[in-house]
């Protein structure tokens, strides 16, 4: 299969994102990549699938191999130089880049430090590698501060950088990707594709799918398991499944992080408090927009000139 026909059913956010990084995995140079998206949204799904497709090529991209930032917090410089070994013409991926210890992040900076070649390593760079990181956090969240990563980790790791996006503000067609997870389930008995109402019923409720597709997931698995028990009718099957998903199986909503970016301190004054406020609440405008400022003050109902004030830290 060819990266074209691989994308053909995706829709145009999605595809953008995926050709990005494409671009990025098949650049000959040696750069960290940074993929942002909230859970569920295809982040290691399609770094698997790119790999699939470059497999037989040049681009060291021989194998993959994901990794939990959490369970590396505790390798010394040893044991990168152990995974560099194994890993070597293969693609690495850490995923949630955020849960790096500052330690590791020190550990892991000189290791990803190329070397005059583009390989990776530490006393030797020796390690032809390609590397990504995924996080889940704003860009925000991860650069302007170093709640989560210093600004010299950051610098080294955000040399690319894609975001996929999620339900919520995208133009993704739910329907479509519900068909794909549940043709994908086998389903050995009623295997007919749900009827029209619950299309409906995702189309009109896509804001609240914080998990993207492990929420599809559940819907399908849900729907299917009612639909095998036979004191329950067809029309009755969505009420039942929405109240479950309600109720014990829906994603969180996803943390957008203001609470931890912004603190009130008693060391400062409240103008200066308030000014701190001013930013961070920016922040959260512009990170649930989609990036857009103008977007977000006008649902906001504040002046757009203001937010770019607050946004550029120019006091009021």
């Given at each position: 299969m060819d990266f074209d026909s691989l994308i053909e059913n995706e829709n145009r956010q999605r595809k953008q994102a995926i050709t990005k990084l494409n671009a990025y995995l098949t650049n000959p140079g040696r750069f960290s990549i940074l993929v942002l998206g909230f859970r569920g949204t295809g982040k290691a799904h399609w770094?698997?699938?790119?790999?699939?497709?470059?497999?037989?090529?040049?681009?060291?991209?021989?194998?993959?191999?994901?990794?939990?930032?959490?369970k590396t917090n505790t390798f010394t410089e040893k044991d990168w130089i152990k995974t560099f070994k194994e890993i070597n013409k293969g693609l690495l991926v850490i995923t949630d880049v955020e849960e790096l210890s500052k330690e590791s992040q020190a550990t892991l900076f000189e290791g990803i430090s190329t070397g005059d070649g583009g390989k990776f390593g530490f006393?030797?760079?020796?390690?032809?590698?390609?590397?990504?990181?995924?996080?889940?956090?704003?860009?925000?969240?991860?650069?302007?501060?170093e709640?989560?990563?210093?600004?010299?980790?950051?610098?080294?790791?955000c040399q690319f950088t894609v975001k996929f996006p999620s339900y919520i503000g995208g133009d993704r067609n739910i329907w479509k990707d519900f068909e794909k997870t549940w043709?994908?389930?086998?389903?050995?008995?009623?295997?007919?594709?749900?009827?029209?109402?619950?299309?409906?019923?995702?189309?009109?409720?896509?804001?609240?799918?914080?998990?993207?597709?492990?929420?599809?997931?559940?819907?399908?698995?849900?729907?299917?398991?009612y639909r095998l028990q036979d004191n329950i009718e067809e029309e009755n099957i969505l009420d039942l499944v929405e109240k479950d998903f309600n109720e014990f199986y829906r994603f969180p909503k996803h943390n957008v992080d203001l609470t931890r970016a912004f603190e009130i301190s008693e060391d400062i004054t409240w103008?200066?408090?308030?000014?701190?406020?001013?930013?961070?609440?920016?922040?959260?405008?512009?990170?649930?927009?989609?990036?857009?400022?103008k977007q977000g003050a006008k649902k906001a109902g504040i002046s757009y000139r203001t937010m770019e004030r607050w946004a550029n830290g120019t006091r009021t």
């Open positions: 770094l698997t699938e790119l790999q699939k497709l470059h497999k037989e090529s040049h681009l060291n991209l021989n194998s993959i191999t994901l990794i939990n930032a959490l006393k030797e760079k020796v390690y032809n590698i390609r590397i990504a990181f995924t996080s889940t956090k704003s860009i925000s969240s991860l650069r302007d501060n709640t989560y990563l210093t600004h010299k980790f950051f610098d080294r790791i043709n994908k389930m086998s389903f050995k008995e009623k295997n007919e594709i749900p009827k029209k109402e619950l299309r409906k019923w995702l189309e009109n409720g896509s804001n609240i799918l914080h998990g993207n597709f492990r929420d599809l997931d559940k819907l399908a698995i849900n729907w299917h398991n103008k200066d408090n308030l000014d701190n406020f001013k930013e961070a609440y920016t922040r959260f405008i512009k990170d649930t927009n989609n990036g857009s400022l």
